[in-house]
């Protein structure tokens, strides 16, 4: 990524560290980036957003850091993007906490010759003044000499896109950022926590949160651009802005070209690792339709029919009106097989779309099982089966990798977990021994559900759960050892034929008729008395998807089809 970091000479440290901070460490993916397939304008390196054309700053100079508060209470620090293409001016400092390291980006801009002609209406405006909304100077706690956080005053018609820091209680020069006109900004909200000295719910004190566009989704143009916000010591938020993408001509022109997509499936195809005592494995659709899973008609479930090898004869478009649904065979043997999958068989498949203004790219890759085992669940010292409860027909699960359309870098990775999930920074990743920057990615035992990190994690609270074990096995799924099946990319047009089974908008499995009253107490003889009560009100409160009560819609019905993943 070609990072710097360079201290400013006006921060005078006072505080003396007796261990390197993770933010001292400059994070670089483990191998360099391909050279990407020729396109218009995906990873060029900078992006027209309607008349303004920006670039991702990725090296720094920082200004200002605390070494208190914040996640793991080791502080965050402050910078500005440093240096800055010739013309391109700075936008708003950028922040994070210091206990990960060195890795993000903040957007620079300069307007484009044909677009900034009027000049009583400029696209870029200076700021014509700074308000003061916080400083350090009577923080009693361990920071580089005192920092102070300024809000820009933009004119009338242009919004301010980011806060100035500085190490000096002198008003910046107004020359050191620019606001941008109205109608090229979008409205923001308070992303992730960076920092604050006390917690990041702590109302009355001064926080300071990542940024990210109000409006996220395929259709929707907001630009994050990779400043920070803060909450004041009343608890009201400053006032910025996002960018917005007003290329009204094709603003997908920064998105990849079909070659493009299948280089950047190649260089980060995520490895899927199972737990060792996993029975539920993956297959690819194919394998599930002609091994025979079953499509039922409401009305006239006694005579279900035999499913195409591509879904084909699948009924297509409508809603989830529960008038069909797929089920496993019905010998019992055949059952049992295709309960287990096929590991070899198993083909993942790729939706791509456009995110936060067409700046990034997301990649959802999409794994199927045929079935989802029992829940396991934790009870205090207690482990215990559920029995039938979380048991389900079908189960997609997926993992969105979201990709700079400024460079073809790889950013985060989202890990969907039952019926939520997890953005995960690229810089807190395991990648693949041997495998360049291909992610490592864990699923649950029984249950699917997708962790950056091998171990136990409990869904619940007060010692209560459902336990969610991941672990390194044998049984790993390399998504990219056939090339991922592409299933769809909207902005690709007729380029990419969508499979029958994509539009099939029923449920990919029955609603399950079991009582859960019944099994409740199954498990409750297995608890202590105390236990009991306690166990049944946290299993009433899972919702269905958890409990297994019916099977799961396919991708496409899915909210994040359209939408972020959360």
């Known amino acids: ?139 009693n706690i361990k920071k580089d000499g005192n920092g102070y956080v300024w809000l820009p005053t933009a004119s ?77 010591q009343n608890g009201g938020l400053s006032t910025v802005a996002c960018l917005k993408n007003a290329a009204i001509s094709n603003p997908q022109v920064s998105m990849p070209n079909l070659t493009q997509i299948e280089a950047l499936l190649e260089a980060y195809s995520p490895f899927i690792y199972f737990h060792p005592d996993e029975v539920y494995l993956p297959s690819s659709v194919g394998w599930f339709f002609t091994n025979g899973a079953l499509l039922y008609k409401k009305d006239n479930d006694l005579k279900p029919i035999a499913i195409e090898a591509t879904g084909s004869n699948l009924p297509q478009g409508g809603s989830n009106d529960g008038s069909y649904w797929l089920d496993l065979p019905v010998d019992k043997s055949a059952n049992e097989r295709v309960k287990k999958g096929d590991l070899p068989s198993s083909q993942v498949y790729a939706h791509i779309k456009p995110m936060l203004g067409s700046t990034f790219t997301d990649i959802a890759i999409w794994v199927f099982y045929p079935f989802n085992g029992p829940a396991r669940a934790k009870v205090e010292f207690l482990n215990i089966s559920l029995g039938k409860i979380g048991e389900h027909v079908g189960d997609w699960e997926h993992v969105t990798l979201r990709v700079s359309n400024f460079t073809g870098e790889l950013w985060k990775v989202y890990f969907s977990q039952h019926s939520g999930g997890i953005w995960v ?6 990648f693949q021994n041997g495998g360049g920057n291909k992610a490592v990615t864990y699923a649950s035992l029984h249950g699917h559900a997708f962790y950056a990190k091998p171990g136990l994690v409990l869904q619940g609270t007060g010692g209560i759960g459902i336990r969610n074990d991941a672990a390194k096995s044998k049984m790993v799924l390399d998504t990219g050892r056939s090339q991922p099946i592409i ?10 034929s969508e499979p029958p089974w994509l539009n099939y908008c029923r449920e990919w499995g029955p609603k399950l008729s079991y009582d859960i009253t019944d099994e409740l ?40 089809w359209t939408g972020d993943e959360k």
Request: a negative charge; glycine letters at 10%; aromatic letters at 10%.
């Open 487 to 496: 299933i769809a990319a909207d902005y690709l047009g007729s380029a990419i």
């Open 521 to 560: 107490k199954k498990v409750e003889k297995l608890l202590p008395g105390k236990l009991k009560s306690a166990f049944e009100k946290f299993v009433k409160s899972l919702p269905n998807e958890v409990l297994g009560e019916e099977g799961p819609t396919g991708p496409k019905m899915k909210n994040n």
């Open 1 to 139: 990524m070609g990072n710097c970091l360079s201290l400013s000479p006006s921060a005078t440290s006072v505080f003396k560290k007796t261990k390197a901070l993770p933010i001292e460490t400059t994070f670089k993916l483990p191998s360099p980036l391909p050279s990407w397939p020729p396109g218009d304008g995906f990873a060029s390196g900078m992006i027209d957003l309607g008349g303004l054309l920006v670039c991702q700053i990725s090296s720094f100079n920082k200004v200002w850091a605390t070494h208190e508060g914040g996640p793991g209470n080791l502080g965050a620090s402050f910078f500005e993007p440093s240096p800055l293409p010739h013309g391109f001016y700075m936008l708003g400092c950028y922040s994070q906490p210091n206990n990960i390291p060195l890795y993000g980006w903040a957007l620079a801009a300069k307007p484009t010759k044909d677009n900034d002609d009027d000049p009583s209406s400029p696209l870029l405006r200076q700021p014509v003044d700074f308000t003061l909304i916080w400083s350090s100077e009577f923080l």
């Open 156 to 232: 009338d018609g242009y919004k301010a896109i980011g806060l100035v820091v500085t190490s000096s209680p002198e008003k910046p020069s107004l020359d050191k950022i620019r606001c941008v006109r109205s109608s090229l900004t979008d409205e923001c909200e308070a992303d992730s926590w960076i920092w604050g000295p006390g917690t990041a719910s702590d109302a009355n004190g001064f926080n300071v949160f990542s940024v990210r566009p109000s409006n996220r989704g395929t259709q929707a143009m907001g630009v994050s651009a990779g400043t920070f916000i803060a909450a004041q």
């Open 425 to 430: 920074d690229a810089s807190e990743l395991e």
